[in-house]
């Protein structure tokens, strides 16, 4: 049992480069999520999926898009990468209402935009 | 949107001592408010967690206290140990998904 896994560990891109960073899941949780993390300013949320097929915004979106076409995957994408991108990220999930609220978190990507 | 301001940004206690983390909210229907730690160079993890209609919650040397007539909780860790080192974030929901995260705790415990 895995838990969450995220894909690559680290990289660098140049400013305009595009990448997806993947994330994997096994245990069956309904809930997926993309945060970042930036010093002092703790995580914030960049997309969410409630279920295979569904996305939705979260608190600072822009620049990013997502896709859940699998139940047990989260892909996070940068068309046109930008130095202010340069962060931590970190997908996480959970089981969906009326069950545990825990957000069960991956290892983090670490992103830097030159 | 929900703004969670957490206080201190940097806590050193003596091994043995209790350290305190305070979290204040903004959006008076938040009703979920977990707790997370996170070592370095790893994701956070839940560590104990509190819903609106409960005012305090304890596992073992954690716990956790909300008022939320004022908006704001705390956490509380007694007889610090040496693994109690790392950043420590709350957070708050109105709908038990959607977390707005306070900036983070650095907690160090001094041998």
């Known amino acids: 049992n895995a838990g969450v896994t995220q894909t690559p560990k680290f990289r660098v891109l140049k400013t305009g480069q595009s990448m997806t960073l993947l994330c994997a899941q096994d245990m069956n949780h309904e809930y997926m999520y993309w945060y970042r993390q930036d010093p002092g300013m703790g995580l914030r949320l960049i997309h969410y999926?409630?279920?295979?097929?569904?996305?939705a915004k979260g608190e600072v979106p822009d620049g990013y898009n997502v896709s859940r076409l699998k139940k047990q995957n989260f892909l996070l994408g940068l068309e046109s990468a930008a130095p202010s991108q340069t962060s931590v990220y970190f997908c996480a999930s959970s089981y969906g209402v009326g069950s545990s609220y825990e957000q069960y978190f991956g290892p983090g990507t670490r992103l830097t935009v030159t | 949107g929900e703004n969670v301001e957490q206080h201190p940004s940097t806590l050193s206690v003596q091994e043995g001592d209790s350290a305190v983390i305070k979290c204040t909210y903004s959006d008076s229907a938040s009703n979920y408010f977990p707790w997370y730690k996170q070592e370095l160079g790893k994701g956070p993890q839940l560590i104990i967690d509190?819903?609106?209609?409960?005012g305090e919650k304890k596992d073992q040397r954690i716990a956790v206290t909300l008022n939320k007539t004022a908006k704001h909780f705390s956490l509380h860790i007694t007889e610090t140990q040496p693994e109690d080192s790392a950043v420590y974030f709350c957070a708050a929901s109105r709908n038990d998904y959607k977390l707005s995260f306070g900036a983070g705790t650095t907690v160090t415990v001094r041998a």
């Open positions: 509190i819903r609106s209609n409960v």
């Open positions: 999926s409630v279920g295979e097929g569904t996305t």
